[in-house]
């Protein structure tokens, strides 16, 4: 934590040594401070070469906060998410014009911030070009690049590889669950849209999952969070072939095996008690559903879960036990995400472009009318990943605090 010049470059702020230079009978004493609210400490057997004379002194909100969070970042942590449904998100976050997203700092700020509360935001006012959804994205962070390219369309073709290259109706999903590292960000460009159908909607799947927590049933939260997923995209024919496996509700796993060894009704009622909702809120670092590019279950490693070949005989029985379990608990989910008052919906106009989290805001399509001559629905999408996200949502943060999120 030491940032004094001796330890760490003041230009490019990275460290003079390893961690693992420090000695091991290293040790620190209190030292008069000169600056209010820190503490400086005077080192004894410290690294080799380094002035006898070596102090740190750090602020006590900073320690505070390595000792209460694990980290020491001393700026603001990021707000809390909010859950919501189609009522509250309409009636909490207006439409954010184009012109002053791309010019001003401070909309920017209430855009991100919206996108980390919310996970959806939309913009009018876009102008008619096929550049536009790169020039809205790149305001963020680089676009991520895939094999569907920087950015990309999304109109019926014959023939399609996907669904959404059709005019069939589109199932609530996240784009790309089949590669190691989804998109964090998806936007989409409404350049034309159909006369006849189309509509596009959107739900929140911590909403869903809130909902399963209030079950208070372990057995069917832990399903949800502990068993892979598989996921794929198979056309070897045309050059792509993607497997990735994660479980719909991703945790930190401390979390996960305190959810899963709960060891009596009391522990249950504690995990599960609503004041803890937050807590667990917080925790969840993804969810995970395309049905489309779902593929069969299997077990990971199976010759490391199961020493003896009996053990091994009972994989089957024990992984089908699992997928029932799981087919409980994922039911339930898609209740949730199906309830009419849990669905923003709207009919994309040309000039307008949604940006939303893609793993967490589910999307879908309504089916439209492919022979709509002259109004064929056209939407131009790209992708951005969470790091440059998060990266310019602190930045931003650090930048106005509170007063760039006035007037959301």
Partial sequence: MCTCPECVDPSSRQKYFSTVDIPHSISAHEAPSEQPGTLTLKWQNDLTGYDPHHTTTLPLDAIHALLSHGRSETHAPLPDRTIWDAADFTHDNPDIDYAAYMSSDTTLHRTLHQLHTHGLAFLTHVPDSATSVATIAQRIG???????????????????????????????????????????????????????????????????????????????????????????YDHLDHGHYYHQSRTVIELPPPVLHSLETLPDAAAVEAFFDPARWPSVLAAIENASWAPPFQAPFSLPHPDLIAASPDDRE????????????????AAAFNASIQQEEAIYERMMRPGECVIFDNRRVLHARRAFDVGDVGRERWLRGAYVDRDPFVSKLKVLQHQFGDEGRRGM
């Fill in 314 to 329: 009972a994989l089957p029985t024990s992984l089908n036990q699992s997928v029932r379990l799981w087919h409980r608990a």
């Fill in 142 to 232: 680089p676009l991520k690049n895939t094999f569907y390219g920087s950015t990309w369309d999304v109109r019926s073709v014959p023939q399609a590889t996907n669904v959404a290259y059709t005019a069939q109706d589109l199932g609530f999903h996240m784009d790309l669950m089949y590669m190691k590292q989804p998109p964090h960000l998806q936007l989409l460009h409404c350049i034309r849209s159909s006369s006849h159908g189309g509509a596009s909607l959107f739900t929140d799947a911590y909403r869903a999952i809130r909902q399963l927590f209030r079950l208070r049933d372990p057995a069917l939260f832990s399903a949800l969070a502990a068993l892979p997923v598989n996921f794929h």
